[in-house]
């Protein structure tokens, strides 16, 4: 008689996000966060997290998370920055 036991493992799945920059651990995570506190450019992601800094192979990838990060804080916050909200009649 074979008797077989069942072991239940736990795993935590932490949401830590997909590194972009490997030379300075930067993740797509941090850049959204970048993006919420105002850079707008991957010279604002330099300045502030150090990307392309290195190696410089992170790049095409910072910048589509940039894009990515731009075009979703604009969906959450429509008409925000619209011309006609930010200019003045003289």
């Known amino acids: 008689m074979t008797i077989m036991v069942l072991t239940i493992i736990r795993i935590r799945v932490h949401n830590a996000g997909m590194i972009v920059c490997v030379c300075k651990a930067v993740s797509d995570r941090q850049i959204r966060t970048a993006v919420k506190g105002g850079a707008s ?34 969906s959450s916050r429509p008409g925000l920055f619209s011309p006609a909200v930010t200019e003045f009649a003289v």
């Open 41 to 74: 450019s991957l010279r604002d992601l330099t300045r502030e997290l150090g990307i392309g800094t290195c190696c410089g192979k992170c790049l095409p990838e910072a910048k589509s998370a940039l894009a990515d990060s731009l075009k979703s804080c604009e």
